[in-house]
C-alpha cells in the first residue's frame, strides 16, 4: 500500500522552475480523507457489511483502519475501496490511547462507539497544530442524550463515557460553532437513541450531507443535512444490504492542484472533482485575474494562455476562511503562495483556527514577503520571485501542499524534509506531480 511505502522515504527534492508555465496533462483527484474518516466510522452502526469505493490510500485512513480493527472490525481492502464488517458482533469501546494521539480524526469514533455498545473510553486526540482543537462540543453533546462522563488525568485525559440504564435519549443540542466532526458525531450518536434529536448550527460541509444521503438509503431517518438544523430519528442498526457508498471527491485536493496549475500549467486538465464545492475559490482566483481556467461539471481545465486575453495585470486578493460554502481553511496555506504572486497587498483572516500560520515561517525562506498583523491576519505583498530552499519539517497537512507550490515555482532546487504531515493526507502525490510534469523525487 502506497501508505506504507510512502513512509520509508522521508524528504522531497523539487526542481522549481521560476515564471515558466510547464505543467501538462491531466490529474485524477482521489477520494476525500475527511469523507472517508466518518464513512468508516459509520460501519460500526451497520448490522452488515459496508463497501466503500474511492477510498484514498494515506496514512490517516491507514491509521483509522486499524483503530477499526482493533475494535473488532473485519476489514478487507478491495482496489480502489474496502469492505468493513463487525460480523454481528459487539464492537470494542475503548479506542487506544497512542491511535488517538496520531490522528484528531479518530474523534469520529467516539460517537458511534457510545451508541451501539454504551460505554466509549477514549484520551484527549491530537492532530495537526493548528489550534486548540478543544472537544468540548462532544463531551457536552454526548451529556445531553443523558450519558455519564468521568474524566481522568493519567499521563494524558481520558474520558469513559457511559450511556443511562434505560440507554440513550433523543435531545436537542446547539453548537456555538459550525464543527465538521461534532456534527458527524452527534449524527451517529442520534441514530441509536431513543426519540428524535434536534442539531442545530451544524456544519453544512459537502461531505456531510453526501454521507447522510447514504446512511438514509441504508434505514437512517435524517432531515435536514446541510442545513444548519439536522433532525434524526433514532432507530436500529442500518443494513447496507450490499449497496456500497462511493466517497465524494477531495474539494481540497481539487483545490489545491487548480492553484498550483494556474500557477505553474501550461495546458492541465484536473479531473474527477466537483467544482460546485469550490465557488468561493473559483470566485477568489477569478476576481485576482485568473482567466487560464475553465471549470465544467467535473473538472478544470487550465488553458495555455492566450496573450491577448489575459489581462494586463493580477490583482491582490482579500479572504476570510469561514465554514462551507466560505473560503476552506485546508485551502489558506496554499493560496497564502499564490498571493505571494500577485500585484499588490493581499489580505488573509483565519477565522477557524487560531494557529495556521506556522507555515509562513517556512514560505519566508522563499523569500515570500508578509506581515503577520496578528495570529489570525496576515499580509502578503507581491508579487515575489521565489528562490529554492531547504524546509525541514512540513508543519501541518495542507501547509505540505503550499510548501510543494512554494518549490514548483521558484527559482533552483528545493529539499523538503519531515514528510510526516503530507503522508497522512495526500494520495499518491509525487506520482501524481510528476505525472504533470514536476520534477520532485522522495529520498
Ligand atoms: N470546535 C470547538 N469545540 C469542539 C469542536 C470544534 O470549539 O468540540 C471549534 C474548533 O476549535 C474550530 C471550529 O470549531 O474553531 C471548527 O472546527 P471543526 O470541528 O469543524 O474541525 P474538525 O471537525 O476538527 C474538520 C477537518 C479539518 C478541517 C476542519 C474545518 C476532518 C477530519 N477534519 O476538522 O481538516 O480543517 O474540519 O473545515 O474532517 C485537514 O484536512 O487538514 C483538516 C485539518
Known amino acids: 500500500m502506497s501508505a506504507i511505502t510512502s513512509k520509508q522515504k522521508t524528504s522531497f527534492v523539487v526542481k522549481g522552475r521560476v515564471g515558466e508555465k510547464y505543467l501538462n496533462g491531466s490529474v485524477s483527484i ?18 452488515d457489511e459496508i463497501s466503500y469505493n474511492s477510498i484514498p490510500f494515506i496514512d490517516d ?33 475503548v479506542i487506544d490511547p497512542s491511535a488517538m494521539c496520531a490522528l484528531r480524526g479518530s474523534i469520529i469514533l467516539t460517537g458511534p462507539l457510545l451508541a451501539r455498545t454504551g ?35 493519567n499521563g494524558g485525559i481520558e474520558y469513559v463515557v457511559t450511556a443511562p440504564k434505560g440507554g440513550l435519549v433523543g435531545t436537542e443540542i446547539f453548537m456555538r460553532h459550525m464543527s465538521v466532526t461534532a456534527t458527524e458525531t452527534l449524527i451517529f450518536t442520534a441514530l441509536l437513541a431513543k426519540g428524535t434529536t434536534v442539531l442545530k448550527n451544524c456544519a453544512i460541509e ?8 447514504f446512511l438514509n438509503k441504508c434505514g437512517a431517518v435524517i432531515t435536514g443535512a446541510g442545513t444548519p438544523t439536522i433532525t434524526i430519528e433514532g432507530g436500529s442498526l442500518l443494513k447496507a444490504s450490499g449497496k456500497s457508498y462511493t466517497l465524494p471527491a477531495d474539494r481540497v485536493e481539487a483545490g489545491s492542484f487548480l492553484m498550483l496549475g494556474i500557477l505553474a500549467a501550461e495546458n492541465l486538465e484536473i479531473t474527477n472533482c ?28 487550465i488553458k495555455k494562455e492566450d496573450r491577448k486575453k489575459v489581462l494586463p495585470a493580477s490583482y491582490p486578493i482579500n479572504i476570510q476562511t469561514h465554514e462551507y460554502p ?40 522563499f523569500g515570500v514577503r508578509f506581515n503577520m ?51 497522512r493526507g495526500y494520495e499518491d502525490l509525487e506520482k501524481k506531480l510528476r505525472g504533470i510534469g514536476l520534477d520532485i523525487i522522495r529520498e
Not at 480523507?33 to 452502526?45: F, G, H, M
Not at 475494535?71 to 478487507?76: E, P, T, V
Not at 467544482?275 to 461539471?297: C, M, Q, W, Y
Open 30 to 47: 482521489s477520494g476525500a480523507k475527511n469523507a472517508a474518516l466518518p464513512a468508516l466510522a459509520a460501519s460500526i452502526l451497520f448490522d
Open 61 to 93: 485512513i491507514q491509521v483509522f483502519m486499524e483503530i477499526l480493527s482493533s475494535l473488532g472490525a473485519d476489514i478487507k481492502k478491495t482496489n480502489d475501496g474496502a469492505s468493513v464488517s463487525f460480523g454481528g458482533k459487539m464492537p470494542k469501546s
Open 119 to 153: 460505554r466509549v473510553v477514549f484520551s484527549s486526540p491530537m492532530g495537526c497544530p493548528i489550534g486548540k482543537r478543544p472537544i468540548d462540543f462532544f463531551i457536552d453533546g454526548f451529556k445531553s442524550f443523558g450519558a455519564d462522563i468521568t474524566i481522568k488525568e
Open 206 to 213: 459537502p461531505e456531510v450531507s453526501h454521507l447522510v444521503e
Open 274 to 301: 466537483n467544482p460546485e464545492h469550490l465557488e468561493s475559490l473559483i470566485d477568489t482566483l477569478r476576481r485576482s485575474g485568473a482567466n487560464n481556467f475553465e471549470v465544467t461539471k467535473n473538472s478544470f481545465i
Open 326 to 365: 466560505g473560503f476552506p481553511t485546508d485551502l489558506q496555506s496554499i493560496i497564502a503562495v499564490y498571493a505571494s504572486q500577485l500585484k499588490g497587498r493581499s489580505f488573509i483572516f483565519e477565522s477557524i483556527f487560531e494557529d495556521r500560520f506556522r507555515y509562513l515561517d517556512y514560505l519566508k525562506k
Open 373 to 423: 498583523i496578528n495570529r489570525r491576519e496576515i499580509e502578503i505583498d507581491g508579487p515575489t520571485k521565489l528562490n529554492g530552499s531547504v524546509i525541514t519539517k512540513v508543519p501541518d497537512l495542507r501547509a505540505g501542499f503550499a510548501l510543494i507550490t512554494a518549490a514548483a515555482i521558484a527559482e533552483g532546487e528545493t529539499v523538503i524534509r519531515d514528510l510526516k504531515h503530507v503522508n
